[in-house]
């Protein structure tokens, strides 16, 4: 988002670049770090080999089959109960 490449910006550019771009990068990064790390993932019986990367055209470009992606908690249910603390 840096530099001369300016075929991409979404947060602006110059003086008036949004002010929480750099929040937002942050955020994003850490909420995938986190699925990723937290959840095992599935696709919806489809071995990787056989998704269907054909493409639709048009102004956004989507995948022609969406892929469906299911994730499955990695730790035992108990570690995900919420624990009362007393302040």
Known sequence: MKGHNYQLLPFGAGRRMCPGAQLGINLVTSMLGHLLHHFSWSSANVRPEEIDMSENPGLVTYMHTPLQ????????????????VDM
């Open 69 to 84: 992606a299911i994730p499955t908690p990695r730790l035992p249910p108990v570690l995900y109960k919420r624990v009362a």
